[in-house]
Every structure is written in structure tokens, then in C-alpha cells.
């Protein structure tokens, strides 16, 4: 793996120069690694050609100690009338340029996702090398939703997840996180990534589940309080600003080589 690092946000009051942290992803055996030391896919510029990744306050189950908890149980005895059921399909059995596969996701994401995602990327993001699976729910034999997942060696990484808003009232979404999760600890993995958490919609993964911590920037936390109140607290930043010093490092990475 590569490891570098591009500047940030600037506030010379403070005497504050963040510089953010990404890493590119030279081999395939890596990526537990590259998980574990806090790194997530970046897919936000389809122009790049390496496998990009962020340095985050991403969030992991330690499968060695994961239990379900009082609110999975919940979750799957409300669930449990439906009958759902769910395959873990390899990625190269599963057809990604299936028009109503990516229809599906484009509705979804343009619904629930806080930017809407484009055909463009969501072709890149089912190309990234690095997918390995894709799970599929079904009840009743109808398609419910998605998770595009990636596995290697004891880690998983569930990425996008997929699903059918009419069924809000069963908690789909929380039982199919719930479903991977679990599934993987029956597998014998080591750890389940579930992705960024910041701000208190993310509350609800760290509320979830037992075994949880939080990358903080240097190593993997279990104080979840402190965690809780770390996203109770982040603070709006410009997005504006935000977007601009994004685009002067896109700019830096797609045009130089690294």
C-alpha cells in the first residue's frame, strides 16, 4: 500500500493545517490491513485509476466478541413474519449491469443518500476491483435490497447497502446489517466494517451492536460514550469550502502520477 497525504482545511488563526490522509491499495492481500489501520474506499472521482482510499472515523464489530444484542433480536422477531431470507452471491455470479439491479440503486440512493449518486459512479463503484460479494434479500422470492461487500481474508467490509423503503415499518435496513454481521461471526471472520460515523444519524450502527469500536485517528476505541458524544458534538463545516479544497486534491491526484 501507498500512503500519502494531501492538504486540507487551513485556518491561520488557529494556526490549524489539517492535512487529510489516503492510502492506494498496490495488492489485493492488503485490504485487511489497509482496514485496519482506519482506511475506507474512496468513490467520490471516477477519474481515478488506483484503488483510493480515506483515513476516517470509520466504525468495526470485533467478531470475537460480537453477541446479538436485546435490539437484533427485536429487530429480527419483528421481521420474522415476512419470511426473509437472504443470498451471499461472488461477485463475478452476480450481473452488475443488470438495468433493474442498478435502477434499483440509483432510486434508492437518490431517496436516502444526502448527495444523489450518479450512473457514472455507481458504474465505477461496481467495477472497483475489490468487491467480492454482493448479498441479496428477498422476501416472498421478491428482491428487498442489496449489500455490495467486500471480503478478503478474516475482514468485510459492508459498503452500500440497497433497500426497499416500503418496508421501513420491519426495519429492513437495521436487519440486513444485522444479517451480515451475524453471518460473518458464524463464518469465523475477525471483524465486520460498517463505514463512516459522524453526526447522530450514524448513532444508530453504535446503539446496534455489541463488539463496536471507533478508528480515531491514530488506533481502535471501545469507549462508546465517548463516541456517542463525539458525534452528538461534530461540529457544520463550510461545505462549500469543503468541496473546493476536494477538488484542488482530485485535481492534484488525477493529474500527477503517485
Known amino acids: 500500500m501507498k500512503i500519502f497525504r494531501s492538504e486540507s482545511f487551513v485556518d491561520y488563526k488557529t494556526y490549524t493545517f489539517n492535512y487529510a490522509t489516503y492510502c492506494i491499495k498496490e495488492h489485493q492481500q492488503e485490504l485487511p490491513d489497509i482496514y485496519a489501520k482506519g482506511f475506507l474506499p474512496y468513490s467520490n472521482n471516477i477519474d481515478l485509476k488506483?484503488?483510493?482510499?480515506?483515513?476516517a472515523r470509520s466504525l468495526r464489530v470485533d467478531l470475537s466478541v460480537f453477541t446479538p444484542s436485546s435490539e437484533n433480536r427485536r429487530v429480527a422477531r419483528k421481521i420474522e413474519p415476512l419470511s426473509p431470507s437472504?443470498?451471499?452471491?461472488?461477485?463475478e455470479e452476480f450481473n452488475v449491469n443488470d438495468h433493474d439491479f442498478k435502477s434499483y440503486c440509483i432510486n434508492f440512493a437518490n431517496k436516502r443518500f444526502s448527495e444523489p449518486i450518479s450512473n457514472e459512479r455507481l458504474d465505477y463503484i461496481l467495477q472497483s476491483k475489490s468487491i467480492?460479494?454482493?448479498f441479496e434479500f428477498k422476501i416472498a422470492e421478491k428482491a428487498?435490497?442489496?449489500?455490495i461487500a467486500i471480503i478478503e481474508k478474516g475482514s468485510l467490509h459492508y459498503w452500500?447497502?440497497?433497500?426497499?423503503?416500503?418496508?421501513?415499518e420491519f426495519s429492513l435496513g437495521k436487519w440486513m446489517m444485522f444479517s451480515v454481521i451475524n453471518w460473518?461471526?458464524?463464518?469465523e471472520l475477525d471483524h465486520v466494517y460498517l463505514g463512516t460515523?459522524?453526526?447522530?444519524?450514524s448513532l444508530y450502527k453504535v446503539r446496534d451492536f455489541k463488539g463496536l469500536s471507533y478508528f480515531d485517528g491514530n488506533q481502535w476505541v471501545s469507549d462508546i460514550?465517548?463516541?456517542k458524544l463525539k458525534c452528538k458534538t461534530d461540529a457544520e463545516f463550510n461545505k462549500d469550502e469543503f468541496k473546493q479544497d476536494t477538488d484542488l486534491f482530485l485535481e492534484r491526484l488525477s493529474s500527477k502520477p503517485i
Do not use: M, N, R, W
Not at 144 to 147: E, L, M, N, P, R
Not at 197 to 201: L, T, V
Open 50 to 55: 488506483e484503488e483510493t482510499y480515506y483515513l
Open 86 to 91: 437472504f443470498e451471499v452471491i461472488p461477485i
Open 132 to 134: 467480492s460479494h454482493v
Open 144 to 147: 428487498v435490497g442489496y449489500v
Open 160 to 168: 452500500f447497502a440497497f433497500f426497499d423503503l416500503d418496508q421501513q
Open 184 to 187: 460473518a461471526f458464524e463464518q
Open 197 to 201: 460515523c459522524y453526526g447522530e444519524k
Open 225 to 227: 460514550k465517548k463516541l
